[in-house]
């Protein structure tokens, strides 16, 4: 697929944006109910966003070191990876849409949370991601190669981007689900 580029990032913005607003959102609403979840196995709000968060931890600085090392011309298209591609799509969330395992590292289940800490680092994260899209706008999003949490793989910049914040739309949309449930 070959994207333009100032589309591709008004896109991902957009669900940055929105991503930041739910969450600022949640600040009003009550501890108890952000930390409520259908059944034992199943997540909370909070722990939805606090997986999120433990992505971020890794990501947004592996974006900023790579964009920041990269000396490819810009280039006003980006032409996704077969991988890149599939890894990405596979996160946007449908309908039906399967529950997938996640890195004992990156699984929030059980952990002490606080609504305000885990809020206010998912919005700070977010915030540092939008930030990290406006200086790709200067950047070659194909020729630049980031590491993704799968060793030894290699995804094309804008690849990441979308799988990053595919990622994040599809964890909200179970946050949302999870917070109407209850």
């Known amino acids: ?3 333009k580029v100032t589309d591709l990032l008004t896109e991902l913005e957009q669900y940055v944006t929105a991503h930041i607003e739910y969450a600022e959102a949640l600040q ?3 501890e108890a109910k952000l930390q409520s979840k259908k059944n034992e196995k199943s997540w909370s709000v ?3 966003l606090e997986h999120l968060n433990l992505y971020a931890t890794f990501y947004n600085p592996e974006i900023a ?7 490819y ?7 996704s990876g077969y ?15 399967k529950t997938m395992n996640t890195f004992k590292s990156k699984n929030p289940i059980y952990s002490k949370l606080n609504k305000e800490e885990v809020l206010q680092r998912f919005i700070t994260f977010q915030k540092e991601l939008l930030e990290l899209l406006k200086v790709a706008a200067n950047k070659n999003l194909t020729k630049t190669k980031t590491s993704i949490t799968l060793p030894l793989l290699k995804l094309r910049l804008g ?5 990053v914040i595919y990622h994040n739309e599809r964890h909200i949309v179970q946050a949302k689900k999870v917070f109407n449930e209850l």
Do not use: H
């Open 28 to 30: 009003k609403e009550s």
């Open 159 to 163: 690849d990441t981007f979308r799988f």
């Open 46 to 48: 909070l722990e939805c």
């Open 65 to 71: 070191k790579r964009m920041k090392s990269s000396k």
């Open 1 to 3: 697929m070959v994207f």
């Open 83 to 97: 991988l890149g591609n599939k890894f990405a799509i596979d996160m946007l969330p449908k309908e039906g849409m």
């Open 73 to 79: 011309p810009i280039s006003n298209t980006f032409t």
